[in-house]
């Protein structure tokens, strides 16, 4: 049996962040420990809360998401962007981000990213 995966999610947008929660739910490992609107107080949350896995926006106020990462990268084990900007996903994959997803996120797409996380978190669980 794997250990709950913990995850927080930063993003500036409310019906993505809604949309991001229900789909999680659908998933018995991944537990939510934080929803963030801006990434200033994401990045505030990450050494008291101490996830697992982050979903990152890029664009938001503040910080954009590879600034954060950036700053975190040493301190989750694996970092997700869920954007509308395909132009950052070589900048995503060079700060070592497991996926990179493009937005409107669907249920059938974020099955897939889960399938990714579940095999890296068995690999690193062993």
């Known amino acids: 049996m794997l250990k709950p995966i913990r995850y927080v999610a930063i993003d500036d947008d ?4 809604l949309m991001l929660k229900e ?5 018995p490992i991944l537990q939510q420990v934080g929803t963030f609107s801006n990434s200033t ?3 505030a949350s990450i ?3 101490h996830p697992d896995l ?14 954060v990462l950036r700053q975190i990268k040493d301190k989750v084990s694996i970092a997700i962007f869920i954007t509308s900007h395909p132009e ?6 060079e700060l070592s981000a497991l996926d990179y997803v493009l937005k409107p996120l669907t249920a059938e797409r974020f099955a897939l990213t889960v399938k990714r ?4 978190w068995t690999m690193k669980q062993k």
């Open 23 to 27: 789909y999680a739910g659908a998933f």
């Open 41 to 43: 107080d994401g990045l």
């Open 54 to 67: 982050i979903f990152l926006d890029i664009e938001m106020p503040g910080l954009t998401g590879l600034e």
């Open 117 to 120: 996380i579940e095999e890296y």
């Open 47 to 49: 050494d008291e809360l």
């Open 88 to 93: 950052f996903a070589i900048d995503g994959f």
């Open 14 to 17: 409310l019906l993505d962040q």
